[in-house]
T-cell receptor, first 111, second 114 residues
Framework: EDKVVQSPLSLVVHEGDTVTLNCSYEVTNFRSLLWYKQEKKAPTFLFMLTSSGIEKKSGRLSSILDKKELFSILNITATQTGDSAVYLCAVVKLNTDKLIFGTGTRLQVFP | DAGVIQSPRHEVTEMGQEVTLRCKPISGHNSLFWYRQTMMRGLELLIYFNNNVPIDDSGMPEDRFSAKMPNASFSTLKIQPSEPRDSAVYFC????????????FGEGSRLTVL
């Protein structure tokens, strides 16, 4: 059965800290991995990763994929209170548009 | 540009009642998804459509749930009869059927079944 597992389940840090969120997957016919940020409402798109070893970066956020070891990490440097959210990882399989989501990591950043 | 539009935003109903959730995808998107989110189980895919045709409904929990997409700009998710365990946030999302598969989510419909 396809599986996407995120860790840690929750994380509490202070502003300025750096965090690393993990996503591992067991999925047949992998196509891509996506990261989403969910605050109070709908998930919003952060990154899409399809190739191993190529870092995607957006401001203080970056992400990388390892297709051999079947995992991805999302890094956030110099965290701010506005980074507080649930971060979701999802995998897309070949020949489908279906996203399989992990249960998410809840990040809380305190001032 | 309008995003994915869902209604109602909140619904409180009693057990046994019929619930209908509605979704208008982004114009031009040809895939539409219904997800359910709970604290315990996270985001679960219920069903998805491609070009208005149901492709995968393996996530639909049971016969009480049904979904339709009569045209490219409208979909419904119906629960009949509703039960307290159906309480959740139901998200509709749409995408262009292209490599990668970025989904655009609606704001969700929060359902509470008493």
């Amino acid at each position: 059965e396809d599986k996407v597992v995120q860790s840690p389940l929750s994380l509490v840090v202070h502003e300025g800290d750096t965090v690393t969120l993990n996503c591992s997957y067991e999925v047949t016919n992998f196509r891509s991995l996506l990261w989403y940020k969910q605050e109070k409402k709908a998930p919003t798109f952060l990154f899409m990763l399809t190739s191993s070893g190529i870092e995607k970066k957006s401001g203080r956020l970056s992400s990388i994929l390892d297709k051999k070891e079947l995992f991805s990490i999302l890094n956030i440097t110099a965290t701010q209170t506005g980074d507080s959210a649930v971060y979701l990882c999802a995998v897309v399989k070949l020949n489908t548009d279906k996203l399989i989501f992990g249960t998410g990591t809840r990040l809380q950043v305190f001032p | 540009d309008a995003g994915v539009i869902q209604s109602p935003r909140h619904e409180v109903t009693e057990m046994g009642q019929e619930v209908t959730l509605r979704c208008k995808p982004i114009s031009g998107h040809n895939s539409l998804f219904w997800y359910r989110q709970t604290m315990m189980r996270g985001l679960e895919l219920l069903i998805y459509f491609n070009n208005n045709v149901p492709i995968d409904d393996s996530g639909m929990p049971e016969d009480r749930f049904s979904a339709k997409m009569p045209n490219a700009s409208f979909s419904t998710l119906k629960i009949q009869p509703s039960e307290p365990r159906d309480s959740a946030v139901y998200f509709c999302a749409s995408s262009l059927s292209a490599p990668g598969g970025e989904l655009f989510f609606g704001e969700g419909s929060r359902l509470t079944v008493l």
